[in-house]
T-cell receptor, first 117, second 115 residues
Framework: AQTVTQSQPEMSVQEAETVTLSCTYDTSESDYYLFWYKQPPSRQMILVIRQEAYKQQNATENRFSVNFQKAAKSFSLKISDSQLGDAAMYFCASPLISNFGNEKLTFGTGTRLTIIP | KAGVTQTPRYLIKTRGQQVTLSCSPISGHRSVSWYQQTPGQGLQFLFEYFSETQRNKGNFPGRFSGRQFSNSRSEMNVSTLELGDSALYLC??????????????FGEGSRLTVL
């Protein structure tokens, strides 16, 4: 079955330090985007960063960057200089094909990130 | 540009009742997807609508249904509620075509509690 796997249910990091969240996926698509979403305690999911599978260069958005290994189907998120506001649930997402034969964005089970002051 | 709006934000129902949740997508977005979020199961895909047609469906029983109107607003309905339907229901919109990257834009969700 096609899946998105986040193997770290919880992570914690000292403020100002760096943390890496892991994600593996298993899509049969040939050209696709991968996403990391953040869900703070207020609940609204917001996009953190996205990566196009055809691009060799890893995406970067300020303190957030990814390590994309296409052959290994691995897509980890690195947060540098962690801040208290980074505390949230982080979800990795990949397009997978549903039983309808259409693409749907499928999410991992999430990693709860705690920032230690 | 207004974001995705979901109503109601919170609701409490009893077993056996039915519920209707509403979602207004970002202006210009024609695709609306629904997800159920629970602590144990994470985000589970319910269905997607595009131009008033169900384009995709997850593995949920027939008690879960939805529809989309000509203005792209969408509703989902859950009939004969069960305790296990207690969850946060998230709506997300996207352009649905053209340069759509697959990125979803989420609403704040509707928190359903079934007693």
């Amino acid at each position: 079955a096609q899946t998105v796997t986040q193997s770290q249910p919880e992570m914690s990091v000292q403020e100002a330090e760096t943390v890496t969240l892991s994600c593996t996926y298993d899509t049969s698509e040939s050209d696709y985007y991968l996403f990391w979403y953040k869900q703070p305690p207020s609940r609204q999911m917001i996009l953190v960063i996205r990566q196009e599978a055809y691009k060799q260069q890893n995406a970067t958005e300020n303190r957030f960057s990814v390590n994309f290994q296409k052959a290994a189907k691995s897509f980890s998120l690195k947060i540098s200089d962690s801040q208290l506001g980074d505390a949230a649930m982080y979800f990795c997402a990949s397009p997978l094909i549903s039983n309808f034969g259409n693409e749907k964005l499928t999410f991992g089970t999430g990693t709860r990130l705690t920032i230690i002051p | 540009k207004a974001g995705v709006t979901q109503t109601p934000r919170y609701l409490i129902k009893t077993r056996g009742q039915q519920v209707t949740l509403s979602c207004s997508p970002i202006s210009g977005h024609r695709s609306v997807s629904w997800y159920q979020q629970t602590p144990g199961q994470g985000l589970q895909f319910l269905f997607e609508y595009f131009s008033e047609t169900q384009r995709n469906k997850g593995n949920f029983p027939g008690r879960f249904s939805g529809r989309q109107f000509s203005n792209s607003r969408s509703e989902m309905n859950v009939s004969t509620l069960e305790l296990g339907d207690s969850a946060l229901y998230l709506c997300a919109s996207s352009p649905g075509q053209g340069a759509d990257t697959g990125e979803l834009f989420f609403g704040e969700g509707s928190r359903l509690t079934v007693l």
